[in-house]
């Protein structure tokens, strides 16, 4: 089961796929970071993050890029947040290494595919950036058109599909309740 | 409280206007107005470290109240600290007002999804 979150900036998304993975009633529950620590306002937002998952039982692991060679608990809930770093990481590189726009998106949907063979639920968190106009460089474009694409990429292979509003839950696309066959989760 | 959101001159006031049938006298931009429709949070929350308390003083005073907020998360990251706090802001302040609302409405193309409640 893949279920894709999301939504603009401050909308409340964290709160709800974190809230999605406790609903679950898996007992492991993976949260995967791929925010690389730059700065105050990164390590603020990180710990407002970690407050925010505290008690919930999650345990953290850092997976920056390549998240197409991770191992993670067979049958377990992963929470990986968020697709737009991973793919900032995997295209502009970071300091393990330089990136590639030609082969970024690619990367990450294979590592989305190897994330849900192995975990009995995952859910990733996305961001809405493309509704203030186009109006940037070329190269942003560029990256804004190719993360679009990993965005609708995802949707299409989730089973279930949401995109938060002030916090509150718009389903585009299945339902997060039933699992592929329908069967209560 | 009816709280509207929606991106830039996608027709929250024209909405607000016609479903509660007031003229556009009684629309502020200033909560602190009292006014039974405040329009523009977004815009007043540029200047507004912590906005909750004063919208928290306005719902005591007016629970009918209906706040029109754009909604500036669907962006890119800007590039100015002040600008991704001020983002950030209205977001959290969105979200702890769509918590307390009666009724949530978003605007798209001068469409009303009701995300909360009923119309």
Partial sequence: MLIFVSGGSGSGKSAFAEGLIVQSGLAERLYIATMAPFGAEGQARIARHRALRAGKGFTTC??????????????????????????ANEWFGTEEGDGDPDTAGEKVLRGLRRLREQAALT??????????????????????RALAEVNRAAAAMADAVYEVVCGIPVRHKGDAQRGRGGERL | MMLIVGGAGQGKLAFAL?????????????????KPIVAGLAGW???????????????????DVILLCDEVGCGVVP????????RER??????????????????FCGLPTVLKGAL
């Fill in chain 2, 45 to 63: 929350m540029r200047g507004e470290e912590d906005p909750l308390p004063v919208l928290e003083a306005l719902l005591r005073e007016r629970p």
């Fill in chain 2, 90 to 107: 209205v977001g959290r302040a969105c979200c702890a007002l769509a918590e307390r609302a009666d009724t949530v409405v978003r605007l």
């Fill in chain 1, 123 to 144: 859910v990733v968190v996305g961001n809405d950036l493309f509704s203030d106009g186009m109006d940037y460089d070329g190269e942003t474009l560029r990256y804004l």
């Fill in chain 2, 18 to 34: 016609r479903y509660s049938g007031l003229d556009p006298a009684q629309v502020s931009r200033d909560p602190r107005a009292g």
């Fill in chain 2, 79 to 86: 590039m100015d600290p002040a600008d991704r706090a001020w």
């Fill in chain 1, 62 to 87: 850092e997976r920056l890029r390549d998240l197409e060679g991770i191992d993670v608990p067979p049958g377990c809930a992963a929470l990986l947040e968020d697709l737009t770093n991973l793919f």
